[in-house]
């Protein structure tokens, strides 16, 4: 079991029907735990996510609620732990297309509020506001296929022709100027 905050995951590697069996105890023992501690669990807010290449999604796992009622927990394809999408294959598609999301709205925000700007203020404004959303956890979802890596990569580009000083220049000499890296290089160089 995995404990953040108020966060906790059961967790069983499931290779037989034993394992399954075996994770249900463990879902079994939760409830007579919260009462013992006096917390509360809230059952709708308790999911399934089984992750791998074949997933038997068969088998159904079972909650008491707080009526002493057992409840069947949904299945999920996606959830979101701390901030990231994890789905079923671990690709991590959902996650990318929320944070270029993200980044391309942050961009409009500095785009409309932000008319004339030095570099160095661009710089600063990108670092905080729309970078930083490409860069959380990076290390757990960073992108390997090159289709993605483009896409991440397709927002930094936009970013720096937001700078009418450097609008037609090439890539490359956009992020010499700013004194940045591309964002492939920083997520090769972190991990």
């Given at each position: 079991m995995?404990?953040?905050?108020?966060?906790a995951?059961?967790?069983r590697?499931?290779?037989?029907?034993?394992?399954?069996?075996?994770l249900?105890?463990?879902?079994?023992?939760?409830?007579?735990w919260?009462?013992?501690?006096?917390?509360?669990l809230?059952?709708?807010k308790?999911h399934?996510?089984?992750?791998?290449?074949?997933?038997?999604?068969?088998?159904v796992y079972?909650?008491?609620?707080k009526?002493?009622?057992?409840?069947?927990?949904?299945?999920l394809?996606?959830?979101?732990?701390?901030?990231?999408?994890?789905?079923?294959?671990?690709?991590?598609?959902d996650?990318?297309?929320?944070?270029?999301?993200?980044?391309?709205?942050?961009l409009g925000l500095?785009n409309?509020?932000?008319?004339?700007?030095?570099i160095?203020?661009?710089?600063?404004?990108?670092?905080?506001?729309?970078?930083s959303?490409l860069?959380?956890?990076?290390?757990?979802?960073s992108?390997?296929?090159?289709g993605d890596?483009?896409?991440?990569?397709k927002?930094q580009?936009r970013?720096?022709?937001?700078?009418?000083?450097?609008?037609n220049?090439?890539?490359?000499?956009?992020l010499k100027?700013?004194n940045?890296?591309?964002?492939?290089?920083?997520?090769?160089?972190?991990?």
């Amino acid at each position: 079991m995995y404990i953040f905050a108020d966060d906790a995951k059961l967790y069983r590697h499931i290779e037989h029907p034993e394992d399954q069996k075996f994770l249900q105890l463990a879902i079994n023992a939760l409830h007579p735990w919260t009462e013992k501690w006096l917390l509360s669990l809230n059952s709708n807010k308790c999911h399934v996510v089984s992750y791998g290449r074949s997933i038997d999604t068969s088998t159904v796992y079972t909650i008491m609620d707080k009526n002493q009622q057992t409840v069947p927990l949904a299945r999920l394809e996606k959830i979101k732990d701390i901030g990231v999408y994890f789905d079923a294959k671990l690709d991590f598609r959902d996650h990318m297309h929320e944070k270029i999301n993200k980044a391309y709205m942050m961009l409009g925000l500095i785009n409309r509020n932000f008319k004339h700007m030095s570099i160095p203020t661009f710089v600063a404004l990108y670092k905080s506001m729309v970078r930083s959303h490409l860069d959380y956890f990076c290390p757990v979802w960073s992108p390997y296929r090159k289709g993605d890596i483009e896409a991440l990569e397709k927002v930094q580009k936009r970013t720096t022709k937001l700078i009418p000083v450097l609008k037609n220049l090439p890539y490359k000499n956009r992020l010499k100027a700013c004194n940045m890296s591309t964002l492939h290089y920083r997520q090769v160089e972190e991990i």
